[in-house]
Structures are given as C-alpha cells and as structure tokens.
C-alpha cells in the first residue's frame, strides 16, 4: 500500500504545482489510509475475480446443476446410515440422480412459480425464519451461575406437586336417587374406625366402574379421573380414617386417604438439566418475539372497508406492541 500511498500524493502535488487548487480533501486522504476501505477493496476484487475465473465462469447457468465433493459425501453418509454398508457405484449413481432429480423438479416448479400463493409453502417458510432467530438464542451457552439465577426466578416452573393414595366407597345416585348422599352419611357413622380394608366398608357402598384404590396421584391426576371439586376436597383431608361424603361426577364416595407425600420445589442440583431445557426454551422464545417485532414493524396492513364507508377505500390494522408478540409462535 505504500506505492499507492506515494502515487496519491504525487498526484496532489502536481495538482497544487499546476495552479488548479484541487487539493484531494483531507476527509478523502484520511478514508484511503484506513485498513477496512483496503480489506473491503480486496474482498470485492477477489469476489469477482472468483466469479469469472472458477470452471464455467461468470454466472452458473440455470440449467446447471453443480454438485460439491461435500453434497456427495453427504449422500454416501445417508447411504451407510439407513444400509450399513457402503454402496456399490451403481447404488451411488441411483442416489445421486434421486438428488439432481429433486433439483429438477425444484428448478421447474420454481420456473413455473408454484411457489406462489402455495399455503404450505407460505408456513414452511415461516418455520425457516422461526429456526434462524431461534438458533441465535441457542447458540450462546448459559453458564451454571446463570442458570441458577434463573432458577431462583422460576421456581414455580419446578414445582412437584403433591402426591395421595385413598380407598373411596361409592354411592350411586342412579340406585338410589336423591337418598345418595344421605345413604353415605349413614354408612360414614357405622364404619367410624373400620380399617380402610374392612368388609363391612365394602358392603356398604355400590359397584364402582373403575377402581376402588388409587395410589400414588396427583391432584391433576384425580381431577381428571373425578373432577376438580372431587381432587380439590380429597386434598384437605387429613390422612387415617374415613370421611365424606364428597361428590363427583359420578356420584358420593366415602374416602380413606391412606398415604400423603407433600409437594415441593426440588433443589436445583437435582434438576440442572431441567432447568437449562427450560431456559433455552424461553431464550428461544424471546428471540423469535424480538426478531418478528422488528420485522412487523416494517409492515403496513390494509384491508378493504364495506362500501357505504364513503371516502375510505381501506382500514389499517395498528401495528402490535411488543407485549401481544410475546406467544405469536404458539399461536401458528
């Protein structure tokens, strides 16, 4: 660059020796020194000079289909992966026309554009656009402090819930109409201290279609087998005896819970890999709200208007603050 430099100032100089006043701007001198106007000079000589001196020169022909050394050992890779074995070259030969079939048949469906206004097309792209912002978030990796600190923030995310067994009696309002409830008011007083196994218990109550015992459940579990009421009932009652009566969808039961394990917040040790899938999840999110946001923004959306609206030919839809972004993803 120091030739360069020495024929730019020779050039000054016969200028300013020749009486033009033309002396190049000190601005522009300043610019011509700089190392990235060098750098970005270089890259666009090499660019083109690349562009016309690689086999074929200048642009590929459309009705070129040019494949690298790379494309084909992705295919022998796919190949040994579904068969075991490598293939033979007429096995290859077949694979790799499968490929420039594909291409084909792209090219000419591009050609013909039926790509156009083609609704799969439309998501498939929006699926592509949703990756590409997602994979900037899931490019960083969070550090153990981090995701601790995030932890701390989501607890309730982590949250185990708590877990029951109970035995129930059933007391069916289609044999005994509206005396269901008081029937098992009744029995309650006769079984008062019976063991929850006891056959005076079972005598008492009417067949049940599903189980009589229920171990290890959830609240979310009960109330998808009885209803909410049903769960939100049995969890208040303090383990050891029987008692009810409590309605459900079906009818009474008298319940015996017999084993409670609390819910609780498991440490974070215990769930650090729970806690980074987590974590991702939401740095996707939020980086697929953040791109589309400043996407959206750039959009005006018009859309026709009955005609008695005299004088309007279109309404705009406002564009959407950032907070109604935050589950465009889960909404598509």
Known sequence: MTGGKNIVAQQVHSKSVNG???????????LLREPLVHFIVLGVVLFVGYSYLKPGGGV???HEIALTLDELAQLEILFESQWRRQPTPEEFS?????????????????????????????????QKMQFLAEDVAAAREPTTEELRSWFADHTDMFAMP??????????????????????????LIEIGGQ?????????????????NFYADRTPQAIAGDFGP???????KLAPGS?????????????????????????AFEEIE???????????????WRKAYAGMRAKYRVLLPVPADDAGALASEIPRPPDASLRNNRDSQ
Do not use: C
């Open 20 to 30: 033009t006043g033309a002396v190049m701007p000190s601005a522009i001198k300043h």
């Open 60 to 62: 590929e022909s459309p």
């Open 94 to 126: 077949r694979v790799v026309e499968a490929k420039v079939r594909q291409e084909v048949l792209y090219r000419e469906a591009l050609a013909m554009g039926l790509d156009k206004n083609d609704e799969i097309v439309k998501r498939r792209m929006v």
């Open 162 to 187: 708590p877990r029951l067994g109970f035995r129930h009696v059933y007391f069916s309002p289609d044999q005994r109409g509206n005396a269901a409830r008081d029937d098992a008011a009744k029995a």
């Open 195 to 211: 063991p929850e196994d006891s056959s005076l218990v079972a005598s008492l109550g009417d067949s049940f279609m599903f189980q």
């Open 229 to 235: 009421e049903f769960a939100q009932a049995v969890g």
């Open 242 to 266: 029987w008692q009810g009566p409590i309605k459900s969808g079906y009818g009474w039961h008298l319940v015996f819970v017999d084993m409670v394990i609390p819910g609780r917040v498991p």
């Open 273 to 287: 890999q729970d806690v980074k899938t987590a974590w991702l999840g939401t740095q996707k999110k939020e980086a």
